[in-house]
């Protein structure tokens, strides 16, 4: 029923609206910003393995560019819609503006399941893709990088194409390269560390030991292994995780009560990213019903899989002992899950001031690739760390002065940023 109803873009309006609303924001800045400015639809024709031809539809939306070029990752989905990269670009703004980058938002998508394509044919997508947005995107205009099912090897060949398009060498131009490609070290990790950082500083706050506390997550893809990966290393007990088996189209929960091991896991998962079943019982784990990682006596829980996971069907499978819910996806909680969420007592860390880190080290790779000179791995995630607590700082001060949810305080100081900006540049 809720995933039925659910559009992402309608829920990232009424968000908006609400904030706007408790800003008093003016009539014309709120035009501005809850529409993107502009969008790119477009197709994508392309020559198959088997010489016949498909075509692919393809997107690219720009929601505000006040605060300096857009900044957002490509999707391929095969449920991709409009709605949902608007949405997912507006909450891009949100996301720049809170980490206080001097970036815009946007984002793209195509709609296609890469798990049917072979790899020539997802590079002639990549490079169709450039091909149709070329004009409109670039260092100084807009500057992709991967998100769901698109890795570094995607951002290459589409740089590959930008390069070959602008006759030059434009590294600048896009992030989440290969590592001596352009790409900055520690961006893969950057997302699920960023995330864990923050859940440390909500941690101590509590005044909760994090190495007594355990967490149950959803998903096990690039943001979620790392979050686990680092939350292992602080001491936590990642107790279950659920994650998608890409041949049955249905999610089994992992669970294993001494903790579960990314590494291990990793081992047994395979291109798909599916974790092999019997191999993970034979290491101890249950393997449960695709839901049940939300039905875990934890401390903490992190949604890090796709949109609308905690809807009002199943919020109340959550348990008592649970004090944080940290959102390592866009957009995981509905409004109405948030509120009982909310008045549960449980702090929600939103998604586009917990999963910022990729963004934050993607401006880390941006401004190395221009200089052409890169830094350390401590170097980048020591940066990523301060970034980190301090954006996380700045927004549970104001929750706490304003008395509103740590969402609504994010919300505050990031849509403050960007209608300033536009004032400041005459727009509004
Ligand atoms: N796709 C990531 C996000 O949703 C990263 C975007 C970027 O690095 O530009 O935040």
Not at 54 to 64: A, D, S, T
Not at 233 to 257: I, N, P
């Amino acid at each position: 029923m809720a995933e039925k109803q659910f559009n992402a873009y309608r829920m990232a309006q009424d968000q908006f609206d609400r904030v706007a609303g408790l800003l008093e924001l003016d009539e014309p800045t709120r035009s501005l910003l809850r529409e993107p400015m502009r969008e790119y639809h477009f197709l994508i024709p392309v020559r198959m393995d088997d010489g016949s031809y498909k075509v692919f539809k393809g997107f690219r939306i720009h929601h505000n560019d006040a605060r300096g070029p857009c900044k957002g990752g490509i999707r391929f989905h095969p449920q991709e819609t409009a709605d949902t990269v608007r949405a997912l670009s507006m909450w891009m703004t949100w996301k720049c503006a809170v980490a206080d980058l001097p970036l815009g938002g946007g984002k793209g998508g195509v709609v296609c399941d890469p798990h049917n394509l072979s790899m020539r044919e997802q590079e002639a997508l990549c490079r169709g893709w450039i091909r149709q947005v070329s004009a409109n995107v670039g260092p100084m205009k807009d500057v992709p990088a991967p998100d769901v099912m698109t890795n570094a090897q995607h951002m290459l060949w589409m740089l590959d194409e930008f390069e070959v398009l602008n006759g030059g060498r434009y590294p600048g131009f896009i992030t989440g390269k290969p590592v001596g490609m352009g790409g900055s070290l520690g961006r893969k990790e950057a997302t699920g560390y960023g995330l864990v950082f923050q859940l440390r500083e909500a941690l101590k706050d509590r005044g909760m030991d994090i190495q007594r506390t355990k967490a149950s997550v959803q998903g096990f893809g690039n943001v979620a292994q790392y979050a686990i990966d680092l939350y292992t290393r602080y001491g936590g007990k990642v107790v279950a995780t659920a994650c998608w088996d890409q041949q049955e189209s249905t999610a089994y929960t992992f669970r294993r009560e001494k903790g579960i091991d990314m590494a291990e896991l990793q081992r047994i998962t395979d291109r798909f990213g599916s974790i092999d079943r019997e191999k993970a019982k034979g290491l101890g784990y249950s393997v449960l019903h695709g839901d049940d990682w939300l039905k875990q006596d934890v401390d903490v829980l992190i949604p890090a899989a796709l949109e609308n996971q905690i809807n009002i069907d199943n919020v109340e499978l959550v348990r008592p002992s649970v004090k944080i819910a940290i959102e390592g996806a866009n957009g995981p909680t509905s409004p109405d899950a948030d509120r009982v969420l909310n008045d549960k007592g449980i702090m929600v860390i939103p998604d586009f001031l917990a999963n910022s880190g990729g963004v934050v080290c993607s401006y880390f790779e941006q401004v190395q690739s221009n200089m052409n000179y890169y830094w350390s791995k401590d170097e980048v995630l020591a940066k990523l760390d301060d970034r980190m607590t301090k954006s996380f700082h700045a927004v549970f001060d104001l929750s706490k002065q304003k008395g509103v949810p740590i969402r609504d305080a994010a919300y505050m100081i990031a849509i403050t940023r960007v209608a300033e900006a536009c004032r400041m540049r005459g727009w509004v």
